[in-house]
Nanobody, 116 residues
Framework: VQLQASGGGLVQAGGSLRLSCAASGRTVSSGFMGWFRQAPGKERDFVAA???????YYADSVKGRFTISRDDPKNTVYLQMNSLKPEDTAVYYC???????????WGQGTQVTVSS
């Protein structure tokens, strides 16, 4: 299983970015697909997840600003990030797992930097 995350970059506060996670060796419509982030000097935190049935879950810090979705024919998961804040700056990782608490496969990460 390989997960390829892309779409990160530098954006001003209030701006938007869309991250993509292209999967191979596993369908994004199985189990759970999640996004996590890790800021310098901090632990990796949960951001959002989408289940096999389409259920969506978000960290409180991103509710109302971020939206997770998937495109099954493209086998890709997206994270639309709006109203970005400097505190959203981190390396963002996509992950795949069979349950919401066990993510077995991880992508390489993509850097998101939000300037004030």
């Amino acid at each position: 299983v390989q997960l390829q995350a892309s779409g990160g970059g530098l954006v001003q506060a209030g701006g938007s970015l869309r991250l993509s996670c292209a999967a191979s060796g596993r369908t994004v419509s199985s189990g759970f697909m999640g996004w996590f982030r890790q800021a310098p000097g901090k632990e990796r935190d949960f951001v959002a997840a989408i289940s096999w049935s389409g259920g969506k879950y978000y960290a409180d810090s991103v509710k109302g600003r971020f939206t997770i979705s998937r495109d099954d024919p493209k086998n890709t998961v997206y994270l639309q990030m709006n109203s970005l804040k400097p505190e959203d700056t981190a390396v963002y990782y996509c992950a795949a797992g069979d349950t919401p608490s066990t993510y077995k496969y991880w992508g390489q990460g993509t850097q998101v930097t939000v300037s004030s």
